[in-house]
């Protein structure tokens, strides 16, 4: 019932090799969208959203 809310990351790449909730799977590297700056683990469907803090570090 308890939607996840999304991982807040500093990087524009993200390793995600799931948790204890899902039970974990292979480590994959997910890019974040250049314009969105969000992505979804095609795994586990982790949503990671860059911190607004990391935007001028990409820049
Ligand atoms: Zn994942």
């Not at 390793?15 to 974040?32: I, M, N, S």
Request: hydrophobic share 30%; glycine share 6%.
């Amino acid at each position: 019932m308890t939607e996840t809310a999304p991982t807040t990351v500093m990087t524009t790449t993200v390793a995600c090799d799931g948790d204890q909730e899902t039970g974990g799977h292979p480590r994959v590297y997910v890019k974040l969208d250049a314009d969105t700056h969000k992505a979804v683990c095609p795994y586990c469907s982790k949503t990671f959203v860059l911190d607004a803090n990391a935007k001028s570090e990409a820049h």
